[in-house]
């Protein structure tokens, strides 16, 4: 079987994953308050580490924990029975969940839409390898 190398960026996420004792992530999404079951995900995998990250550098991190997720070196679970709000305090800072809040906002008065408010999904990252 043929050795899938890592990137950089999927290599210092597993050192930050196997030296933190729990390792939060959040998923952006919008919701409707007409419609509860109505969900889109605006941004998936969101792992901030300063209040300040670029959106490119974000994306960047979302796409190397998928990768991570498909190469079975991660389990991601949005379906926790429990968590520590503090561990979530840096997204509620975040430039990029601002702009999520500003965005819904300015879009709140057109006609036809239904995305009303926007949430985060909390989440963690477990190491499997």
Known sequence: MKKKLL???????LSAVSHAR????????LRSSQEPDLRSIALNHVYITRPDDSMELVKERSAALESLR??????????????????YKIYYQSQL???LCHT???AQG????????PAMRFGQVFLLK
Do not use: N
């Open 70 to 87: 498909k190469k079975g070196w991660i389990k991601i679970s949005y379906s926790l029975p429990a968590y520590v709000q503090s561990d």
């Open 110 to 117: 057109k006609e036809g839409f239904l995305f009303d408010f």
């Open 104 to 106: 819904v906002m300015e």
């Open 97 to 99: 969940y601002e702009l």
């Open 7 to 13: 990137t950089q960026t999927e290599k210092e996420i």
């Open 22 to 29: 729990r390792f939060p992530i959040v998923r952006f999404e």
